[in-house]
């Protein structure tokens, strides 16, 4: 099913169904003879068990690669296109699998990459630096054993512990073909020297370069799979996986970091979720507050404001009247003349003046559909529509002006 979907019935056994309410993912509601009615809940994804395989998609039925794109983009400030291909399966699990693999083969054909780690450690002899303050505070009087510091050349790096770390999640996943599940057991073994990650810590920072340039891809998808996808498995316990993704979120951070990134061609600065007072108070507990995807700035003041809207419903009625009287507490509260009402969706661009005031909002569509180039060209084109507009403001003479 996808986003758009009013709910499905199908039969499921409680411990299913209670994984897929558990997941986030969609809303199973019973309806007795073990039959559930199944509802989206405005996230995207995959439930899977040995049994069960349950599937919300992106509205316009975006295939992986978007997804991917889109979840990569902010992770990645020296992106590229082809940092994020993945193979399209008719399910998410398939395509994520032999993604994964695929790319982990080339990564790993040449062995893991090695790197500098720096290590610290109590020692007899000095090695590297002797850390003084460590010694001073640990040995007091003591001359050994030592606090020293020093650089080791290891496969024991962060871009190997990531890798394992997804390797070894998607392993766990129940359903995956044999041949591909073999794969992946390989080049999982390739890094058994490697520290495996602990479950629940943050990943290992780690910063592209031409060194590990040939990790990029791999590394962009295993944080991806690390930090959208859970697998369990053990001893009694059904194994299970999910991958669920909230597309609101991912679509505002995705719109907001590409505008930014445009803007720098632009005099001024852009800040992202600006939050601004909306009314007159004495007290902090009167005063009301708005926040706002995307400010830019123009010597210290606002000249234009967007807001970005992934819609799981319709766009029209109830729900873009309220997205309208949205921008506008924007645009009072910021004393800006145009606000930009940023769409997934494809469409038309439409501008609409509001009765009574000098406000105009813009709805902007953006087609997620397209390929990745065209999605940030669009945004590009976004920015350089905006910044025309700033301009224009500017650079208007006002009516009321001093006649000679």
Same mark, same amino acid.
């Given at each position: 099913?996808?986003?758009?979907?009013?709910?499905?019935?199908?039969?499921?056994?409680?411990?299913?169904?209670?994984?897929?309410?558990?997941?986030?993912?969609?809303?199973?509601?019973?309806?007795?003879?073990?039959?559930?009615?199944?509802?989206?809940?405005?996230?995207?994804?995959?439930?899977?068990?040995?049994?069960?395989?349950?599937?919300?998609?992106?509205?316009?039925?975006?295939?992986?690669?978007?997804?991917?794109?889109?979840?990569?983009?902010?992770?990645?400030?020296?992106?590229?296109?082809?940092?994020?291909?993945?193979?399209?399966?008719?399910?998410?699990?398939?395509?994520?699998?032999?993604?994964?693999?695929?790319?982990?083969?080339?990564?790993?054909?040449?062995?893991?990459?090695?790197?500098?780690?720096?290590?610290?450690?109590?020692?007899?002899?000095?090695?590297?630096?002797?850390?003084?303050?460590?010694?001073?505070?640990?040995?007091?009087?003591?001359?050994?054993?030592?606090?020293?510091?020093?650089?080791?050349?290891?496969?024991?790096?962060?871009?190997?512990?990531?890798?394992?770390?997804?390797?070894?999640?998607?392993?766990?996943?129940?359903?995956?073909?044999?041949? #591909?599940?073999?794969?992946? !057991?390989?080049?999982?073994?390739?890094?058994?020297?490697?520290? @495996? $990650? +602990?479950? %629940? /810590?943050? *990943?290992?920072?780690?910063?592209?370069?031409?060194?590990?340039?040939?990790?990029?891809?791999?590394?962009?998808?295993?944080?991806?799979?690390?930090?959208?996808?859970?697998?369990?498995?053990?001893?009694?316990?059904?194994?299970?996986?999910?991958?669920?993704?909230?597309?609101?979120?991912?679509?505002?951070?995705? #719109?907001?970091?590409?505008? !930014?990134?445009?803007?720098?061609?632009?005099?001024?600065?852009? @800040? $992202? +979720?600006? %939050? /601004?007072? *909306?009314?007159?108070?004495?007290?902090?507990?009167?005063?009301?507050?708005?926040?706002?995807?995307?400010?830019?700035?123009?010597?210290?003041?606002?000249?234009?404001?967007?807001?970005?809207?992934?819609?799981?419903?319709?766009?029209?009625?109830?729900?873009?009247?309220?997205?309208?009287?949205?921008?506008?507490?924007?645009?009072?509260?910021?004393?800006?003349?145009?606000?930009?009402?940023?769409?997934?969706?494809?469409?038309?661009?439409?501008?609409?003046?509001?009765?009574?005031?000098?406000?105009?909002?813009?709805?902007?569509?953006?087609?997620?559909?397209?390929?990745?180039?065209?999605?940030?060209?669009?945004?590009?084109?976004?920015?350089?529509?905006?910044?025309?507009?700033?301009?224009?403001?500017?650079?208007?003479?006002?009516?009321?002006?001093?006649?000679?």
């Amino acid at each position: 099913m996808d986003e758009l979907s009013g709910g499905i019935v199908e039969k499921l056994d409680p411990d299913s169904a209670a994984l897929l309410n558990s997941s986030g993912l969609a809303k199973a509601s019973p309806m007795g003879m073990g039959l559930y009615r199944i509802e989206p809940v405005g996230k995207v994804g995959s439930v899977r068990t040995p049994t069960v395989q349950f599937e919300v998609r992106p509205k316009d039925r975006l295939g992986l690669s978007r997804l991917l794109f889109l979840l990569s983009y902010a992770g990645d400030q020296g992106f590229r296109e082809d940092s994020v291909a993945a193979v399209e399966h008719q399910d998410l699990w398939s395509a994520l699998a032999e993604s994964l693999a695929q790319l982990a083969e080339r990564a790993l054909s040449r062995g893991p990459l090695q790197g500098y780690l720096t290590v610290d450690e109590s020692l007899r002899t000095v090695k590297g630096r002797i850390r003084i303050s460590d010694q001073i505070s640990r040995r007091p009087g003591m001359l050994v054993p030592l606090e020293v510091s020093y650089d080791e050349f290891t496969e024991d790096i962060a871009e190997n512990r990531i890798l394992r770390a997804a390797l070894e999640r998607m392993c766990k996943v129940p359903g995956v073909r044999s041949n #591909v599940l073999s794969r992946l !057991r390989q080049l999982k073994g390739k890094l058994d020297a490697v520290t @495996r $990650l +602990q479950s %629940g /810590a943050p *990943l290992p920072r780690w910063r592209a370069s031409r060194m590990n340039l040939r990790y990029h891809a791999v590394l962009r998808l295993a944080e991806v799979i690390l930090r959208n996808a859970s697998a369990e498995a053990g001893e009694g316990r059904q194994q299970t996986a999910s991958f669920v993704v909230d597309m609101s979120s991912v679509f505002k951070e995705f #719109v907001g970091l590409a505008m !930014r990134k445009a803007m720098r061609a632009h005099p001024g600065e852009m @800040r $992202l +979720q600006y %939050g /601004a007072t *909306l009314n007159e108070a004495v007290r902090d507990s009167d005063r009301l507050t708005v926040r706002p995807d995307a400010v830019h700035f123009l010597g210290g003041r606002p000249v234009v404001v967007y807001d970005s809207k992934y819609k799981a419903a319709t766009d029209s009625g109830a729900s873009l009247n309220a997205d309208h009287y949205q921008m506008l507490a924007y645009c009072t509260a910021l004393q800006v003349p145009t606000a930009w009402l940023v769409y997934a969706g494809k469409g038309e661009m439409k501008l609409r003046r509001i009765l009574n005031t000098d406000i105009d909002i813009v709805e902007y569509p953006l087609d997620l559909s397209l390929p990745p180039a065209d999605i940030l060209a669009a945004v590009d084109d976004l920015v350089q529509q905006s910044w025309g507009e700033v301009v224009r403001q500017a650079l208007a003479v006002p009516s009321g002006g001093a006649s000679g």
